[in-house]
């Protein structure tokens, strides 16, 4: 019950946040613009919307997960509310856990609006929704649910602005993280070679839940590969998760 | 059992780029009975939230050790007997008073139709009954101090850490959190606060701690602290006549002084006082006042903070 509490009042503080409905109004305008892009092409239109729906998602949802999730904690520390909500009978690692899954509730909220936005153009233009969308949508959530604990860990250590670097920059190499394995290939062993393999095995790796492509242009989808990164995903943002409690429980308050 | 006892407790901090360490906190020993009102005093940076800070476990001491209602420090069960209200309190800005507290009374484990009623007396108690629906960000500093006392209170603790209750509020207000306090000593809550207002202390407080750049310098009830030295008397009379005062002046401790019709006589001891009064009472004059001359809290503070504070 408290950690819902937590949750629950963190969704809150989204939702009475006004730049969470810029963004969302934003991406449903960006949406619906992809329809503009369909008039002027030839063929492929539901390819085009698919395709700039699930970015649209994927980006608007990282933004998200990004700027609330640096402050999901600091911002509590900094003005001071942690000090009365520690002084109740609450574990310092419910207080992380609860902060975690209030923003993973309002993503959700978010990225079920946009795919249903989604939905309903694909629906409009194709005649049926494929399921390969929301599979792809599936996997978009989880990439966010990543991003996010990656922000909350940062968060229980350091400024919201170092914090948003960090994740940031571990965004960015997520997502670049299988050129780092052609990158220790081309060595072939060595110092640097072993470094790069190493980092490609410690960095999140975010391509691995990638599957707009098998939405957009209907590839089969290999189901041991599917349950593979659902693990994956699975496994890396507990540990994220359970490092950024850890963290939060040592710490001290001054 | 004591509701507070604190052994040796010292707390450093690290600080700056090479985190170089300071102690904000020195060998503290420090015992609060149950049932008291215990003041805490000490200048700006003394180490007073610190302290409260420890107690809470919202810091870890660095060494020492302290036992709160007989439990030791960052036992979390613990904490559902006790209210903490934080030095110029912070809240959620974006929630009415009432969605505030309602979520304390969650995070309390007060079920809900308990949690309403508590939330309304609470309100009722500390006034501020008519802005609870109204959001956080447009309370006055005084309503949020109001508020942050009632958070402090949703759980019905029996030891209340209070750092600077009184700050933010104006004489009414001041007078109100008193009154509070008072009241909660009547039910026999423990209350422990900090104060940097002399007055406030003076005027509630059975003991109190003063605390001086991270050490403790005085311990016990104010009485004792203060009443060490001879604590003369003095009475305001008038209509004395003069063979009368002077027959009086073996009694007094220095020359009468004259005051327009009044003389202001000072007496070293109460049996003087009884003499003194039985033979004005012989020669009808009339007595306007009997004020002991204790030195005041505030004159000891001084003597003790000052030489500490400018090298």
Known sequence: ??????????????????????????????LAGSTVLVTVSVG?????????????ISIFGSL????????????EIEKRTVYTVLSKPIHRYQFALGKYLGLVLTLLVNVSVMALGLIGLSYFWEGFASPRLL???????????????????????????????????????????????????????GLVGTAAEGLYFLLPNLSRLDFKEQAVYGAAVDPGALALSFLYAVFYISALVLTAMAIFQRRDFR | MNAIDIEKLTKEYRSGFWG?????????????????????????????????????GLVRPTSGEARVLGQPLGDVRTKQRIGFLPEQPYFYEYLTGRELLNFYGQLVGLPQPDRKER???????????????????KYSKGMLQRLGLAQALINDPELLLFDEPMS????????????????????????FFSSHVIPDVEMLCDRVGILVSGRLVAQGPLDEILGAQVAPIEITVSHVPSEVSQELEHL???????????????????????????????????????????????EYFLRHVQPRESP
């Open chain 2, 252 to 298: 007094l401790l220095t020359r009468p002084a004259s005051k327009g019709e009044r003389l202001i006589l000072t007496v070293k001891d109460e049996d003087a006082l009884a003499e003194l009064l039985a033979r004005l009472g012989e020669a009808k004059g009339t007595v306007h006042s009997v004020i002991p001359q204790r030195e005041s809290l505030e």
């Open chain 1, 44 to 56: 492929g239109e539901e390819k085009i919307i698919k395709d700039m729906g699930l970015a649209c």
């Open chain 2, 20 to 56: 170089k360490r300071v102690r904000v906190l020195s060998q503290l020993d420090l015992t609060v009975c149950q049932g008291e009102i215990f003041g805490y005093l000490g200048p700006n940076g003394a180490g007073k939230t610190t302290t409260l800070k420890l107690l809470i």
């Open chain 2, 119 to 137: 939330i309304e007396k609470l309100a009722r108690q500390l006034r501020i009954e008519t802005r609870l629906d109204l959001p956080l960000r």
């Open chain 1, 64 to 75: 998200i997960a990004i700027f609330l999730g640096i402050g999901l904690v600091s911002k």
């Open chain 2, 168 to 191: 933010g509020l104006d004489p009414v207000g001041r007078r109100e959190v008193r009154d509070l306090l008072l009241g909660l000593k009547e039910k026999g809550k423990t209350v």
């Open chain 1, 1 to 30: 019950m408290r950690i819902a509490a937590i949750a629950l009042n963190t969704f809150m503080e989204a939702v009475r946040d006004r730049i969470l409905y810029a963004i969302l109004v934003f991406a449903l305008v960006m």
């Open chain 1, 135 to 189: 599979l792809a949508v599936l996997f978009i959530f989880l990439e966010l649910m990543l991003v996010t604990a990656l922000a909350l860990l940062f968060s229980t250590f350091s400024s919201p602005t170092l914090s948003a670097i960090f994740t940031l920059c571990l965004f960015v190499a997520g997502h670049l993280s299988a050129d780092l394995r052609l990158f220790a290939a081309r060595f072939g062993g």
